[in-house]
């Protein structure tokens, strides 16, 4: 590698990924689940799981997906 290459940064983008929204899809799915099995009604275990889910998707949006091909362009 030359001494240029090496000094190339590539830029990333923040828009989230098609990984990260099919995963948020099935999140929504979960919290429904949960949801649904607690008679539509708000209750300990529907708060834990919304807690969860929402603290997974923010995780899973801030760290990077260096290894993934593809990817999103910058725009």
Known sequence: MTAFAERITV???WAPTTKWWAAT???VGGILTTLSTQGWNWSPQFAGA???I???RLVAYVVSN???PGGV???
Request: proline content about 6%.
């Open 66 to 68: 260096d290894d993934a």
């Open 25 to 27: 899809i099935v999140a």
């Open 73 to 75: 362009p910058v725009k």
């Open 50 to 52: 919304v807690i969860t």
């Open 54 to 56: 929402l603290t997974q």
């Open 11 to 13: 830029r990333r983008s």
